[in-house]
Structure formats: C-alpha cells, structure tokens
C-alpha cells in the first residue's frame, strides 16, 4: 500500500519486431505495462503511473504520472517501433518526470524495460544509479529480449548503485512458452517489495497458474474490496485455528487414523473455511499427485479441484451416492477428502497420514476388486466412521478453548 | 566574541527542536541505518555514537518544515573533526528541493565550518534574512577531509518563535 509515482520506460526500438516473445517483444511490452499499471492503481488508488518511450525519434513522454488507466492504455496504441534505444537520457527523463509530480509525498520508482543491447558503458549507467540513489528513486529494471554479452552485467551493475534496502529488483526474462506478463507477475515488481502481495496481482497468478476462474475467493476485489479484503482476513484467521487444531488432533490421536479427526473438524466449519480449505486443497492436492498413484484417488482430487468453491455439504452428498455404488470409490474419496483438508502446517502431520495412505491404498492396489464383504474392509470403514463421531465433538470443545 | 554569541543564544533563543514538523523532515542521500533523527532528535544527538551519515557521496540535503513560523539566530553543527561537514548552505522556505537544483538559488546563507565549530561552537547566521522562516532547508556539500563519507552528529537550531495564533488555542464563541 505505498504511495507512489511511478515511471515506466518501455523500450520501442528495431529489436521489438522480434517474434520470441508471443506474438511480438513489443505486444508483450505493452501487456506487462497494463498489467503493471493495474497492480499499482489497485494496491493504492492514489498511485500514479505515467509512460515514456526511451527509442522512436528520441525519447519522449507519453504520459505524465496519472491514475488515469485509460490515458495509459491509450498512449500504448500507434506507439511506433523504430530507432535506438537511449537508456541513459530514458532514465533521466524519467526521473525528471517524477521530480515534478503533483503530490510530492509519493514515492518515486522508475520501471525500465530493457530489451535491445545497451550501448552505454558500466561506468555511465553506474553514475545514473548514484544519482537516483542520492534522489531516493527505486529503479526496476526488466531485462529481455536481446541477449547480449555484458548486458545482464551491466544491468546488475546499475541495480547494484541503485539499490537502497532492497527497493529495486532486477528481472531477467529469458524467451519461452511463457509469456513476459505472467513471468513478471510473480515477481517483486508486481508483489511490491514483499507486502504480500495486492489482491489484484494474487488474483492474477491464480488466474495465469491454475486456470481457475480469475479471483481468490470468487469475489472480484474490484466490485467488494471490502467483502475480498474480510474473505482474505478469515481465511488467514481460520489457517491459523486449523494449524493449531491440527497440531492438537496430531498429539492425540498419534496412533488411530489422524484421518477421521480432518473431516470432522472441516465439518463444523463455516463457508470461509470450506474456501480456505479449498485455497490449502490445491497446494496439498499437487503434493499428494506425486506421492499416491491410485488411479480413484486422483479421479476423486479431479472432481473436488474442479469445484474449489464448493460447499463441503455437495462433497458429502457426492461421497455418499458414491459410496452406495462402490465402496472402493467410497473409501478412496474419503481418504481424499482427509488429504485435502489436510492442513498446510505440520509436515510432520502429513508424512504420517501418507504413511498410512500408503499403507491402505496398497490395500487397495494389492486387491483391484476388493470384495465389499470382505470383513477387514468392512472393519476399517467402520472404525473410521466411528472415530469421525467423537472427535466431532472434542473439536467443538477446542474451538471454544482456543477462543 | 564567542562570549557574546554564547550569551545570545541564552538571551531569548530556544532551541527550536520543539517546533520542528517531524512528519515532513526528509533527507536525502542518508544512510539508511544512519538517519536524520540520529543528528536532530533530543536524546539521540546528545549520543556521539549515533550520526546521520551520508551514503552514494558526501553531500546530504536536509529539509526541515517547522510548526510554526521562527526566526533563526544560530545553528550548531557537530561533528567529528574527519567526516564532518565543512561547507553548508542554508535555504529558507524553500521546499523539495534536490541535488539538481541546489545550485540554482543564492542560499540565504553559506557557513565554512571550523574544527570548533565541529566541537558545538555555534555558527551565527545573517539573521536579517531568516526572520520568517516556515521551513529550512540544509545543504551539506563537502566535508573536512574529502571523504567519501559525511558524518554529523548533532544539528541543532536557535531562534524565537514569531507571535502566531496558536489554533488549538481558538474557542469556538458560544451561540447564545
């Protein structure tokens, strides 16, 4: 939530027509700017971010900071691409451009997008780098596109003379499949400075990372701030509760399956945990992948990831019409359903719970059509049945001790 | 001579610490872990061990708004007798200023530290030309022996304040 003015230098030179970067260096130029640009109106709205073009016919301003998104998105179309690109009088303009910002309790930062070889000597871009420091401006720089010798040197030079506490970063964005804004998503320029992260720029990542639908909670922080800013509040809140009843469950119930202690613990809890425990199920799901092969289980971690937002009251409808048709689907979804709500606190808890996954579903592999009558089965679903009732109510005790 | 401008600053100045502004105090180019507090703040001055230091160069620009309006008489820099500051500009109400910029204006008044200045010997200003100050502003361009790095150890200013409406003072007049 810091108050800043910000600069953004983007490099409009010959080496943008370059294709490496989908669908060309300068489209994905322009992605990042937008994307950057949203993040820093979000996390404050009294931010300001204003645009120059450091290549074309010399370097030129194209918006002075402003928290106009519009103007900014509209100065990006017909930016010509031609010509070289002048780092060094780019940054200075920059940092003019901040000096004379309306509110001056802004903090200045200047973003560079550094994509064709830089003709400027270690020694020149070093003092740039003293003068800003001396000014008290963070400076970003992005490093892609061309990959010259020295470049990259140059450029951690420049970060290093500029570089007060941590407030500047460098990010070298080699070609791929990704794409410069996705790459850049997950770094400190958008994440600013490890604050933990805008509501915008995490929504973003979970959109780019997991193509689940583009927000946190199902609630766009655009519309319901408020309502956004609490689900996130809760869900920090109920994290913390679940870790120490996990922690508890894990003490008392060392030896009997920790499993049935999970659901019945999710059970009592209210939607924003079935949401927090939806937001821990993904992380927790990715691990399980590798460790279970169980075809079931992985059909049934499938399902609960396609509905994260899902109530756990549909889970156990599901459960149950599952259970009448086939038991091993039964005990498979159950035992998923304990590894999800697994908490993503004590690992110790979770090496335990896979030994014993391990141990059942080896049951199950070792035995592909597992008589429903066979009574060691039938013994372990009802043990497990019967441990969910009582420790329900130890954990609405606890609950209330905690409290 | 020293026992007059000593006698002067007991006469009626104060130490205007009091009416310093510390939510627009700013400096620029200090170091980070040797701030602007470690110079200016009662208690923290009085420490020798504590100094603003500066950090890319030796130059430190410091801006000092004040609560109210002053007049300023003298000012005490300290430091030690190396790294101290030796030529200092000062420049009243003039705001935000930078290091680009700082050579532009005539300074309301330049002071050559001594080595007893450095050792609290107050330096006396041309008093005419800060009568109405709203916020000081100090350059600190160079220091004694050409370091890489200025050190201060205490900033301290003396002046009366002028007689300004004290607006929490103000009573709202009853409606009868």
Known sequence: ?403 | MSTESASAIQKSQVDLVDFVDWSGVECLNQNSSHSLPNALKQGYREDDGLNLESDADEQLLIYIPFTQVVKLYSVVVKGPEEEGPKTVKLFSNKEHMGFSNVNEFPPSDTAILSPDNLKEKPVVLKYVKFQNVRSLTIFIEDNQSGSDITKVQKIALFGTTVETTDMKGLKKIEDH
């Open chain 1, 1 to 403: 939530m810091v108050l800043e003015a910000t600069m953004i230098c983007i490099d409009n030179s010959e080496w943008m027509r370059n294709g490496d970067y989908s669908p060309s260096r300068f489209q994905a130029q322009a992605d990042a700017v937008n994307l950057i640009c949203g993040a820093k109106t979000q996390s404050n709205p009294e931010n300001t971010v204003g645009v120059l073009a450091m290549a074309g016919k010399g370097v030129r301003v194209l918006v002075t900071p402003t928290s106009d998104l519009g103007k900014i998105l509209a100065c990006m179309h017909g930016l010509e691409i031609g010509g070289e690109m002048n780092l060094a009088a780019g940054i200075q303009v920059a940092q003019l451009a901040l000096k004379h910002r309306q509110n001056k309790k802004q903090q200045q930062r200047i973003i560079v997008f550094a994509g064709s070889p830089i003709k400027h000597d270690k020694k020149t871009l070093e003092m740039i780098g003293r003068k800003l420091k001396k000014s008290n401006v963070a400076l970003d720089i992005v490093d892609f596109g061309e990959e010259e010798d020295g470049k990259a040197e140059k450029l951690e030079a420049l970060l290093a003379a500029v570089n007060t506490n941590d407030t500047s970063h460098i990010v070298h964005v080699p070609t791929g499949p990704n794409a410069l804004s996705d790459v850049l998503i997950s770094t400190p320029i958008f994440t600013g400075d490890g604050e933990g992260g805008s509501g915008f720029a995490a929504a973003a990542a979970a959109a780019a990372a997991g193509g689940v639908s583009g927000f946190e909670f199902g609630v766009d922080p655009n519309l319901d701030p408020e309502l956004a800013l609490a689900l996130r509040v809760s869900m920090e809140e109920e994290r913390a509760r679940q870790e120490a009843a996990a922690k508890k469950a894990a003490e008392e119930g060392s030896k009997q399956e920790k499993g049935g202690e999970q659901p019945s613990s999710s059970q009592d809890a209210t939607m924003t945990e079935s949401a927090s425990v939806a937001a821990s199920e993904a992380d927790n799901k990715r691990n399980d992948l590798t460790d279970e092969e169980n075809a079931l289980l992985r059909q049934a971690l499938a399902m609960s990831m396609d509905e994260p937002a899902s109530s756990h009251e549909l889970r156990d409808t599901d459960m149950s019409e599952a259970a009448a048709d086939d038991p091993d689907l039964a005990l498979a979804l159950q035992l998923s359903v304990q590894d999800s709500t697994k908490d993503s606190g004590s690992q110790t808890d979770m090496s335990k719970l896979l030994a014993d996954q391990s141990f059942v579903s080896s049951i199950l592999a070792s035995l592909p059509g597992v008589d429903p009558n066979d009574p060691s089965v039938k013994d372990l679903l009802a043990s497990m049945q019967s441990q969910s009732e009582p420790p329900e109510k130890k954990d609405e005790d606890k609950p209330k001790e905690e409290k």
